[in-house]
């Protein structure tokens, strides 16, 4: 068990260039989770999948993002014309399929949009 | 819509007391909460999950309740120890099983020696 890994760790970007965020889950968990977190928040829900198919997204995330899980294991999520206030630590979490149970993180992927 | 509220101020404690964390929710009634620990620029770590129909939890130092009446759950460390110092996040499943959780700001917990 290698843990939830995400890449890039930290990502400097000129604001209006795009970004993309990479998660790998842990290899037996269907469900995969995209989180926000702002300083001094509480990571924020943007979207989850099971397998391949994205089963719900928060009105946080605007046409602006978009994420995919195309096979059913590693996600990405894209950040086009990046703002200012993109800025923020992107957290992917997975947990197994069956029923309720905790969710295992990633270090996150924090994005500086200068 | 939901809401979760922590202490939002920092708690200072001295080492070897017990330290209490206080969440409160609105406008929903969750099955289960969890409680997770996150160190600065770390991803959150899950300690311990209580159902609507334990009103008690216990793990090694830790302790969670659960009053779904009250809305409220309290999280307990005994003896802390300066290792404990971190940001505790209590959390809500609002989607009934399928693990999306809605997150409180936080309450960061300091341990002096």
């Known amino acids: 068990d290698t843990g939830v890994s995400q890449d890039p760790r930290h990502k400097i970007t000129k604001r209006g260039q795009n970004v993309t965020f990479r998660c790998d889950p842990i290899s037996e968990h269907n469900r995969l989770y995209w989180y926000r977190q702002t300083l001094g928040q509480g990571p924020e829900f943007l979207t989850y999948f099971q397998n391949e198919a994205q089963l719900e997204k928060s009105r946080l995330l605007s046409d602006r993002f978009s994420a995919e899980r195309p096979k059913g294991s590693f996600s990405t999520l894209e950040i086009q014309r990046t703002e200012q206030g993109d800025s923020a630590m992107y957290l992917c979490a997975s947990s197994p399929s069956s029923g309720v149970g905790e969710l295992f993180f990633g270090e996150g992927s924090r994005l500086t949009v200068l | ?113």
């Not at chain 2, 330290?19 to 300690?47: E, H, I, K, M």
């Not at chain 2, 008690?56 to 830790?62: I, S, V, W």
């Open chain 2, 1 to 113: 819509s939901q809401k979760i509220e922590q202490n939002s101020e920092a708690l200072n404690i001295q080492e070897g007391k017990t330290a209490t964390l206080t969440c409160n929710y609105t406008n929903y009634s969750p099955a289960y909460l969890q409680w997770y620990r996150q160190d600065p620029g770390r991803g959150p770590v899950f300690l311990l999950l209580i159902r609507e129909n334990e009103k008690e939890k216990r793990k090694e130092r830790l302790k969670v309740t659960f009053d779904t009446t009250l809305k409220q759950s309290l999280f307990h460390i005994t003896a802390s120890q300066p290792a404990d110092s971190a940001t505790y996040l209590c959390a809500l499943d609002t989607s009934g099983g399928y693990n999306k959780l809605i997150f409180g700001a936080g309450t960061r917990l300091a341990v002096h020696p």
